[in-house]
C-alpha cells in the first residue's frame, strides 16, 4: 500500500457502496457517511443511522470495512455518531430522482411535521404514473425509513420514503 | 464531572433504557400475532425504534462506567430490581386495544420528554433526545389515531379501550414520579423536571380522548415505583422470557 490517502480518494470507495436496503442509492447519498477522518495509514469513518433501530447498521459497518481492504486498506475504524440527527434533507436530488425511478416516492423537503396529532400526511406523487392522487395504506412499511401508499389512478401500491 | 455524578448520569441513562427496551420487547411480542398485517408491522418497527434507543442509552451508560460492560450487560444481565422502566410499559399487552392505549399514554409522555431533555446540558443526551423525538412523535400520532378509531368505533372496541383505561390509568402517575437523583441532575441542568411535563401531557390525553370518547379518570390510587426498582409481578416474567439465552449460555455470540 504505498498510494497516498486522500478523503476524497475514500469518499468515492464509499460513494460505491449501496445502501442494504435500497441498493439504487449509496450510503453517502442517504447521507449516513458523516465525515472520513485520516491519520497516518488510519481511516475513521463516522456514520450515524436513520432510524435509532436501524437494522442495517452492522451490514453498512461491514460493508465499509470489507470495501476498503479490497483497497489494501487495513486500519479502519467505524465509528457511530450522533450528534448530528440524521434527517431525509441529507438526500441529495440526483438520490432521490434514483428513488422515484426505482418505485419509491422520495421524501418532501424539510422533514417534521410540526402538527403533531391532526398532522395530515403530506401530499405524496405516485412514483410510476405522477398522479397525485394517492393514499396512504399504512404508516409503517418494509422498512422502518418508509410508509406504505397505493396510487387512485393506477391502483399501483408503492413505498413513500417518510419525511423525517 | 465527578464520581458521584457519573453514577448518577449511569442511572440516568439505564432509566431511560429500561423504559425503551421493555416497551420494546412488549411490543415484540406482537410480531406474527398482529390483527391485520400492517399493524402487525407498525407495531414490530415501533419496537425496533425503542430498542435502539435503549442501545443507544445503554452504551452511553457503558462509556460513563468505563468498566468494560457493555450494552448487553446492561439488558441482560440485571434483574428486576435493578431495572427502573415505567410501570406503565411493563404491562401486559392484553388485546390490541390495550396495546395501543399503553402506546399512546407512554408515546404522549416520551413527546414531552424529549422535547425538553433536547435541551439538556450533556450533549450526549441532548442528541439522543433530539433523534428519539423523531421517533416518539411517529409513534405518538399511529397510536393517537388508533385510540380515535376504537374509542369512537364501535360499542365493543369502544368498551374495550374503556376496560384498558381502567388496567392502565393507575401506572400513569409513575411517569412524573422522582426521587434526589433527579433533582440533583435536574439542578446540573442535566435531567428533565417531570412535573413540567404534567400539564402538557394531559392536554394531549384530554384532545385525544375527547374525539376517543374516553373520560379521564379522576381521583384513582396511583402506584409508582419504578425509581426504586419496584414493579408489578409482570416484569419478572417478561426479563425471564428476555434474557432466557444470554443466561443460560453465558458469553453467547451471534
Request: charged share 25%; with cysteine.
Amino acid at each position: 500500500m504505498s498510494k497516498i490517502l486522500t478523503k476524497e480518494f475514500i469518499f468515492q470507495l464509499l460513494a460505491e457502496i449501496p445502501d442494504p436496503e435500497i441498493p439504487v442509492i449509496s450510503i453517502v447519498d442517504l447521507g449516513i457517511v458523516r465525515n472520513v477522518e485520516l491519520e497516518n495509514q488510519k481511516v475513521r469513518v463516522n456514520i450515524t443511522p436513520t432510524y435509532s433501530g436501524c437494522p442495517a447498521m452492522m451490514a453498512i459497518q461491514n460493508d465499509i470495512v470489507s470495501r476498503l481492504k479490497q483497497e489494501g486498506i487495513d486500519d479502519i475504524e467505524v465509528r457511530l455518531v450522533v450528534d448530528e440527527v440524521w434527517t431525509t434533507d441529507w438526500i441529495n436530488d440526483a438520490a432521490k430522482e434514483r428513488l422515484r425511478e426505482y418505485g419509491i416516492a422520495p421524501p418532501e423537503k424539510t422533514s417534521t411535521n410540526k402538527s403533531l396529532l391532526t398532522g395530515k400526511p403530506k401530499m405524496v406523487n405516485c412514483p410510476r404514473c405522477g398522479s397525485p392522487r394517492t393514499s396512504l395504506i399504512s404508516q409503517f412499511g418494509s422498512t422502518a425509513c418508509k410508509a406504505l401508499y397505493r396510487c387512485d389512478d393506477c391502483r399501483e401500491p408503492f413505498d413513500y420514503f417518510k419525511c423525517h | 464531572m465527578n464520581a458521584s455524578q457519573n453514577n448518577q448520569l449511569i442511572t440516568y441513562c439505564l432509566r431511560l433504557g429500561d423504559s425503551s427496551l421493555v416497551l420494546g420487547q412488549r411490543l415484540g411480542e406482537w410480531c406474527g400475532h398482529g390483527p391485520i398485517l400492517e399493524e402487525d408491522i407498525a407495531l414490530t418497527n415501533i419496537s425496533l425504534d425503542l430498542i435502539g434507543q435503549a442501545r443507544a442509552f445503554y452504551t452511553y451508560a457503558a462509556q460513563i462506567e468505563n468498566k468494560g460492560r457493555s450494552e448487553d450487560d446492561f439488558a441482560f444481565l440485571r434483574d428486576e430490581r435493578t431495572y427502573f422502566n415505567l410501570l406503565l410499559t411493563e404491562q401486559p399487552n392484553g388485546d390490541f386495544g390495550q396495546t395501543i392505549l399503553r402506546q399512546f399514554l407512554v408515546s404522549a409522555f416520551f413527546v414531552q420528554f424529549y422535547s425538553q431533555l433536547k435541551n439538556s446540558k450533556d450533549s450526549t443526551l441532548a442528541s439522543l433526545a433530539d433523534k428519539s423525538l423523531k421517533e416518539v412523535t411517529y409513534h405518538l400520532r399511529h397510536s393517537s389515531e388508533w385510540v380515535l378509531r376504537l374509542g369512537d368505533g364501535t360499542e365493543e372496541s369502544h368498551q374495550r379501550l374503556v376496560q384498558a383505561l381502567d388496567e392502565l390509568w393507575n401506572f400513569t402517575g409513575d411517569l412524573f414520579d422522582m426521587d434526589e437523583l433527579d433533582a440533583a441532575l435536574i439542578q446540573a441542568g442535566i435531567a428533565v423536571d417531570l412535573n413540567s411535563l404534567r400539564h402538557p401531557w394531559m392536554k394531549t390525553v384530554k384532545e385525544v380522548f375527547q374525539g376517543a370518547k374516553l373520560q379521564v379518570p379522576e381521583n384513582t390510587y396511583m402506584i409508582q415505583g419504578s425509581r426504586k426498582g419496584k414493579h408489578t409481578e409482570h416484569l419478572g416474567h417478561l426479563l425471564t422470557e428476555m434474557q432466557a439465552l444470554p443466561r443460560a449460555f453465558p458469553g453467547a455470540q451471534w
